[in-house]
T-cell receptor, first 109, second 113 residues
C-alpha cells in the first residue's frame, strides 16, 4: 500500500481557493487516489477520487500529475465549514488502506 | 438511506472484560474495515474483510478479533481490553474494486479503565 505525505497544516482565507497537496510517489497502477475529510471526530466524509484524469464534482476538483506521484485537492471557494482534517489515500478497495495524519485546513474569515 | 451503523457509540469498560462493537451496513458491500483513531493522529486500520468468511490484518491488529459470518455485519471483538485500547473506532464499508466510495460509521468512543 502506498505511503502519503501531506503538509500537517494549512490556512486559507474564506472565499479563496484552498489547494491541498499530497505526495504518493509509491502509488501502484491499480490504486485510485481518494480524498476524505474529517470534521472534529466525526466519521470521515468522502470528497472525490480519481485514477489518472483530473476530476471535478460539486465539492472539489482533483488534479493528478501525469506520473501519478502526487495530487492536489482544490476547494474552489473555501468556507468556514470547510475547516477540517483532509486525508489523501491511495486505495483499491481490495485490501489495506493506510490513512496518514492528513492536513488540518483552517479557513479564516 | 446508505448507512454504516456502529454500536455502542460510547462505552466505558474495565480492563479484561470482553466486549464487542457491532458494525452493520445496508448497501450489500463486500468490503468492510475497522479503524482506530487516537488523539491528533490519523486512522489506523485494524482488520478488513473482502467478503463473508474472508478477513485479514491491517496495520494494528494486536488485541482485536473480527468475524464476517454475514455480508452486512462485521463485529470487532476485544477479548481482554486494556487501557491502551482506549480510542475512537470507525467501521467502514464499500464495494470492492477501485473507484468505489468508502462509507464510514459515526464512530464508537471506547474507554478502558
Amino acid at each position: 500500500d502506498a505511503k502519503t505525505t501531506q503538509p500537517p497544516s494549512m490556512d486559507c482565507a474564506e472565499g479563496r481557493a484552498a489547494n491541498l497537496p499530497c505526495n504518493h510517489s509509491t502509488i501502484s497502477g491499480n490504486e485510485y487516489v481518494y480524498w476524505y475529510r474529517q470534521i472534529h471526530s466525526q466519521g470521515p466524509q468522502y470528497i472525490i477520487h480519481g485514477l489518472k484524469n483530473n476530476e471535478t464534482n460539486e465539492m472539489a476538483s482533483l488534479i493528478i500529475t501525469e506520473d501519478r506521484k502526487s495530487s492536489t485537492l482544490i476547494l474552489p471557494h473555501a468556507t468556514l465549514r470547510d475547516t477540517a482534517v483532509y486525508y489523501c489515500i491511495p486505495h483499491t478497495n481490495a485490501g489495506k488502506s493506510t490513512f496518514g495524519d492528513g492536513t488540518t485546513l483552517t479557513v479564516k474569515p | 438511506e446508505a448507512q454504516v451503523t456502529q454500536n455502542p457509540r460510547y462505552l466505558i469498560t474495565v480492563t479484561g472484560k470482553k466486549l464487542t462493537v457491532t458494525c452493520s451496513q445496508n448497501m450489500n458491500h463486500e468490503y468492510m474495515s475497522w479503524y482506530r483513531q487516537d488523539p491528533g493522529l490519523g486512522l489506523r486500520q485494524i482488520y478488513y474483510s473482502m467478503n463473508v468468511e474472508v478477513t485479514d490484518k491491517g496495520d494494528v491488529p494486536e488485541g482485536y478479533k473480527v468475524s464476517r459470518k454475514e455480508k452486512r455485519n462485521f463485529p470487532l471483538i476485544l477479548e481482554s481490553p486494556s487501557p491502551n485500547q482506549t480510542s475512537l473506532y470507525f467501521c467502514a464499508s464499500s464495494s470492492t474494486g477501485g473507484g468505489n466510495t468508502i462509507y464510514f460509521g459515526e464512530g464508537s468512543w471506547l474507554t478502558v479503565v
